[in-house]
C-alpha cells in the first residue's frame, strides 16, 4: 500500500535524531511582539540589534530610511527595507489592504523561502497597522454581510478569517528558522471616569500574545528627572527600557525589566548563549538607543 502524500505544510522533529551540537540547530529563532508608546525604540530594536540579514516590513506611518544612515556598513549591506504607503492623498483604500496583505506573502516567500533567512530577522513594523489592514479587508466585509443579511452584526466568527491570516503568516515566517519581530502601538486604557493615568494596552490581533515566545513592552524615562513622559526643558537625555511581559520557557524571568534593549541581550536570558550575527550596530556611540 502506497503511503499517503503529506502536505509540506507539515514536518515531524524526531528528538532522537536532533543534535543540538549541530550549528544548523544551535540557533533558537524567537517570534517576539514588541509593543510600545511612540519613540520608545520598537523600530530600532529590531532593525539595529537584530541578527543579520534583517527584512523590515514597514506598515507604520514613519520612514525607517533614517535608521541606514546609524547603521554600520556590514548592517546595511544586509539590511532590506520595504514600505507601504497609501497611493494618494485620499489615504487607504480597501482594494489597496488586500493588495497590500498579497504583496506582504509575496515578500515573505521571496525574501525567506529555501531558508534563506535562517537565523536573520524579519520585521512587520507596526502590526497595529498590518491587524486593522486584515481587519478592514477581511472582518468587515463579513460584518456588513451580516447587518444586510440579518440585521445585525452576528460578529464571533467573522473575525476567523482574519485571524487565520495572522496566524497562518507568523506560523510559516517561524517555520523558516528566522527571528520574527511584530512591533504594535500601545492605545490608552479606558475606564467610566475616561482615560486611566498610566494604564496602556497594545493595540494587536488577539491571537498574538498565545503565537510568540516574547512578549515586551519598551518604555522610556527622562535621564534628569527619571519621568516616563517628561517635557521639561533642559531635561535632556533619556534611557530606554524593556519589560519582559512572556518569556516563554524561562517564565521565572517574567516581570524582569532591564535598560538599552537588544536581540543579544533577550536571546542571552533566553537561551544562555551568544546571539550570532550580529556585527556593531551603529556609527556613533550613544549611551542608550535613540527611537
Known amino acids: 500500500m502506497t503511503a499517503a502524500k503529506v502536505d509540506t505544510g507539515y514536518s515531524v522533529i524526531d528528538g532522537s535524531r536532533f543534535d543540538v551540537a549541530d550549528p544548523t540547530n544551535g540557533v533558537v529563532p524567537l ?5 510600545g508608546l511612540e519613540g520608545t525604540g520598537k523600530t530600532y530594536f529590531g532593525l539595529m540589534t537584530g541578527p543579520l540579514p534583517v527584512v523590515h516590513v514597514n506598515f507604520s506611518d514613519r520612514d525607517a530610511t533614517p535608521f541606514l544612515y546609524d547603521m554600520m556598513p556590514e548592517r546595511r549591506l544586509l539590511t532590506r527595507l520595504h514600505q507601504f504607503r497609501a497611493r494618494d492623498t485620499g489615504g487607504w483604500s480597501r482594494q489597496e489592504g488586500k493588495e497590500a496583505l498579497v504583496k506582504l506573502s509575496e515578500i515573505a516567500q521571496e525574501e525567506m523561502a529555501d531558508g534563506k533567512m535562517r537565523g536573520g530577522t524579519f520585521i512587520i513594523d507596526s502590526g497595529s497597522s498590518w491587524w486593522e489592514v486584515v481587519q478592514e479587508v477581511f472582518v468587515a466585509p463579513e460584518l456588513e454581510r451580516q447587518q444586510q443579511d440579518y440585521g445585525k452584526q452576528v460578529g464571533g466568527l467573522a473575525y476567523g478569517s482574519g485571524n487565520l491570516i495572522v496566524k497562518g503568516i507568523i506560523n510559516w515566517l517561524k517555520a523558516q528558522g528566522a527571528f520574527v519581530i511584530l512591533t504594535h502601538q500601545l492605545t490608552q486604557v479606558w475606564d467610566a471616569k475616561g482615560p486611566v493615568p498610566g494604564k496602556w494596552r497594545a493595540r494587536q490581533n488577539n491571537q498574538v500574545p498565545y503565537m510568540v515566545e516574547v512578549q515586551m513592552r519598551l518604555s522610556k524615562t527622562c535621564n534628569a ?67
Open 31 to 35: 517570534s517576539m511582539s514588541v509593543e
Open 225 to 291: 528627572c527619571g519621568g516616563p513622559e517628561c517635557m521639561a526643558p533642559n531635561h535632556i537625555g533619556r534611557t530606554h527600557w524593556s519589560h519582559l511581559m512572556k518569556f516563554g520557557k524561562r517564565t521565572e524571568l517574567e516581570g524582569t525589566t532591564f535598560s538599552n534593549p537588544s536581540m543579544s541581550a533577550v536571546y542571552g536570558m533566553y537561551t544562555g548563549r551568544k546571539l550570532p550575527n550580529v556585527p556593531e550596530t551603529r556609527v556613533t556611540d550613544g549611551d542608550s538607543n535613540p527611537s
